[in-house]
């Protein structure tokens, strides 16, 4: 059973700091592609970042640029989100995606995580 679990959300103030994690397991991680996906309260979903099979490309929405950084470890099979600098419009649901190939592809994506939410507020 293919799982994607997300972890590491929660309430911070502007201008701080999270770092969220994907643990990925019954697949093979590293023949894969990962996305960063969010929603925000009453929006639609929003891509964030996207990183290919073996780190050598990451990709980032232009509101993230320079404030979020995608990791990834394969032999941990975990993905991480690291966001400094965080703002009010950065609360949202954010989910862990798998790509179906080893570089991005523009979605659909066949797996998702089920979630961790940020709250950005004071």
């Known amino acids: 059973e293919v799982q994607l679990v997300e972890s590491g959300g929660g309430l911070v103030q502007p201008g701080g700091s999270l770092r969220l994690s994907c643990a990925v397991s019954?697949?093979?991680?590293?023949?894969?592609?990962m996305n960063w996906v969010r929603q925000a309260p009453g929006k639609g979903l929003e891509w964030v970042s996207g990183?290919?099979?073996?780190?050598?490309?990451?990709y980032y929405a232009e509101s993230m640029k320079g404030r979020f950084t995608i990791s990834r470890d394969n032999a941990k099979n975990t993905l991480y989100l690291q966001m400094n600098s965080l703002k009010s419009e950065d609360t949202a649901v954010y989910y862990c995606?798998?790509?179906?190939?080893?570089?991005?592809?523009?979605?659909?994506?066949?797996?998702w995580g089920q979630g961790t939410q940020v709250t950005v507020s004071s």
């Open positions: 995606a798998k790509d179906v190939a080893r570089t991005l592809v523009n979605g659909p994506y066949d797996y």
């Open positions: 019954g697949l093979t991680f590293v023949d894969y592609a």
């Open positions: 990183i290919t099979w073996n780190g050598g490309f990451t």
